[in-house]
């Protein structure tokens, strides 16, 4: 059973900083494109960051110079630091695992509520 659990989410200040964690299990985590997503209420899920696991990184325009997405392979974990965070980054985050072959695969965590807020 693949499962993927966050961790780190919290109630920040704006301009603060916050890490989260989300660990794998039950999959080769390197057959995974690791991706990070968020929503916020009343709005459509968007891509925050993606990595391959040759390290390959990509963002959305919205956190592009503020987030940093990484992983560790040997711990099966994806990691997402959030810098210079606005109330517009309130969003329930959410790990996702894409795993291309041998068939197109994707799985996701529960999510962790990130709350920017004074």
């Known amino acids: 059973q693949v ?21 794998v299990s039950g999959i080769n985590f390197n057959d995974c494109v690791m991706n990070w997503h968020r929503q916020a209420p009343g709005e459509q899920r968007e891509m925050v960051a993606t990595m391959s696991s040759n390290g390959r ?18 711990k099966n974990t994806v990691y997402l ?25 994707g799985y996701w965590g529960k999510g962790t509520l990130v709350t920017v807020s004074s």
């Open 81 to 105: 630091q959030m810098n210079s965070l606005k109330p517009e980054d309130t969003a329930v985050y959410y790990c996702n695992c894409l795993r291309l072959l041998p068939t197109l695969m």
């Open 57 to 74: 990184s990509n963002y959305g325009d919205t956190v592009k110079g503020r987030f940093t997405i990484s992983r560790d392979n040997a």
């Open 3 to 23: 499962q993927l659990v966050e961790s780190g989410g919290g109630l920040v200040q704006p301009g603060g900083s916050l890490g989260l964690s989300c660990v």
